[in-house]
């Protein structure tokens, strides 16, 4: 194999970004902010994906993507390809197109992706946790007739915009779920289950999938539900990467780091959004931490290639946001260490602050493109709301934003 000698010297250090979401594209326009470092941003794809608009691309009304052009600094260099492993050991990742690259420091932002809890669900289930999957969705809805049953299984943030999307382009939904909006404040809940009703939403609370079948679900009391489709949103995990390569990672899959997002194995490898598991705790799943993880990762770089020691990170929560299809919305307050509060916006103000957050997360991409340095990050002043791997489990149905 050859190994890419854009690892040059100690003049000319090689940062790679694995990973080209929100946190990924924002740590590696903040290293940019360094005029001397190489910056390599891996992703598997040519294309930035807007993954809170997945249920969107899966309903018809998106197609979820951004050219990189729009989001990536021109300085950072984009190789489509995929990491299948990395020796922390050698500094290097390999490519799955056979090639080795080096690197001096490595950001670890591979997100996270569904993952299929019950027999039946990686077979027959459709996820839409990624662009493919929701392609993949959107194509099976496209082939199933226009009244064709569609089950969601989970009741976090995907769940209920996807059902929404759905239901409000005709089609026949049931929402399966332990229980709706974990996350969100009672009042709030109440909303979206009004909400998703009067859009014909079939709401199956406290009810679990034990197996998915093809054309129905197996439910926990024994009871068949029919689906043509069956959607799964119930449960997220990081890819398995850091594991394989021996380092350290939580139940979950995401690489525990100290405070500062630095691994506790190797201190040249950061981790930032998803992925990252500071003192073997995570925040929840979401763009809005993402976007203040990523930057505060290429932070902790540039202070390592500055010989100095990088300060404790700390993110801040404003609310939680979902669409109820692409007329109503809930903007849920949150106080800042993401604990959901009483205050709400809802209807078609809730729908119009939903959409101001989804072009204002592109856009935040796009300034710290042109502006290293200015992306905005809200300290958590409180006591932060993260969580092990053990205890999120119930929240985790549904809950990657």
């Known amino acids: 194999m050859n190994l890419d000698k854009q690892k040059t010297s100690m003049s000319n250090p090689h940062v790679v970004v694995i990973g080209g979401g929100y946190a990924g594209v924002m740590a590696a326009n903040r290293m940019t902010k360094r005029a001397d470092v190489a910056i390599t941003l891996v992703n598997p794809r040519d294309h930035f994906v807007e993954r809170i608009r997945l249920h969107q691309l899966a309903g018809g009304t998106s197609s979820a993507v951004v050219a990189y052009a729009d989001v990536l600094a021109e300085r950072v260099r984009l190789v489509v390809d995929a990491v299948s492993a990395i020796d922390?050991?050698?500094?290097?990742?390999?490519?799955?197109?056979?090639?080795e690259m080096a690197y001096d420091y490595l950001v670890y932002a591979v997100g996270s992706a569904g993952t299929a809890l019950v027999p039946g669900a990686a077979e027959h289930a459709y996820g839409i946790s990624t662009f493919e999957e929701a392609t993949r969705l959107?194509?099976?809805?496209?082939?199933?007739?226009?009244?064709?049953?569609?089950?969601?299984?989970?009741?976090?943030?995907?769940?209920?915009?996807?059902?929404?999307?759905?239901?409000?382009?005709?089609?026949?939904?049931?929402?399966?779920?332990?229980?709706l909006g974990p996350s969100l404040h009672e009042k709030a809940r109440r909303v979206v289950r009004r909400d998703l009703r009067r859009l014909g939403v079939d709401l199956l609370e406290g009810a679990r999938v034990t197996e998915v079948l093809p054309g129905h679900v197996r439910l926990d009391d024994g009871r068949e539900l029919p689906g043509s489709v069956t959607v799964w949103t119930a449960g997220f995990a990081a890819p398995g990467l850091a594991r394989a390569g021996g380092l350290t990672t939580d139940e979950l899959g995401r690489l525990v780091t100290d405070e500062t997002l630095t691994s506790v194995d190797d201190d040249r490898i950061i981790a930032t959004g998803d992925a990252a598991a500071p003192s073997g705790m995570g925040y929840r799943m979401s763009c809005q931490a993402a976007n203040q993880l990523g930057p505060l990762a290429g932070d902790t770089v540039l202070t390592r290639l500055?010989?100095?020691?990088?300060?404790?990170?700390?993110?801040?929560?404003?609310?939680?946001?979902?669409?109820?299809?692409?007329?109503?919305?809930?903007?849920?307050?949150?106080?800042?260490?993401?604990?959901?509060?009483?205050?709400?916006?809802?209807?078609?103000?809730?729908?119009?602050?939903?959409?101001?957050?989804?072009?204002?997360?592109?856009?935040?991409?796009?300034?710290e493109a042109r502006r290293p340095g200015s992306a905005f990050v809200l300290p958590d002043r409180g006591r932060s709301e993260r969580v092990s791997a053990t205890a999120v489990r119930p929240l985790v149905e549904g809950a990657a934003r």
């Not at 922390?88 to 090639?99: E, K, M, V, Y």
């Not at 009244?147 to 409000?168: C, N, Q, R, Y």
């Not at 993401?338 to 602050?353: L, M, S």
């Open 138 to 179: 959107k194509a099976a809805l496209d082939a199933a007739p226009a009244d064709a049953p569609v089950v969601v299984v989970g009741g976090g943030a995907t769940g209920i915009e996807v059902s929404a999307e759905l239901a409000e382009a005709g089609r026949r939904v049931a929402l399966v779920c332990d229980d």
């Open 88 to 99: 922390a050991g050698a500094r290097t990742i390999t490519l799955a197109s056979g090639a």
């Open 306 to 367: 500055a010989g100095a020691s990088p300060e404790p990170v700390s993110v801040g929560f404003v609310g939680q946001c979902l669409s109820i299809g692409r007329s109503r919305g809930v903007m849920n307050l949150t106080r800042r260490d993401d604990t959901a509060v009483v205050g709400r916006v809802t209807g078609v103000a809730g729908a119009k602050i939903k959409e101001l957050i989804c072009g204002g997360t592109v856009s935040a991409l796009a300034k």
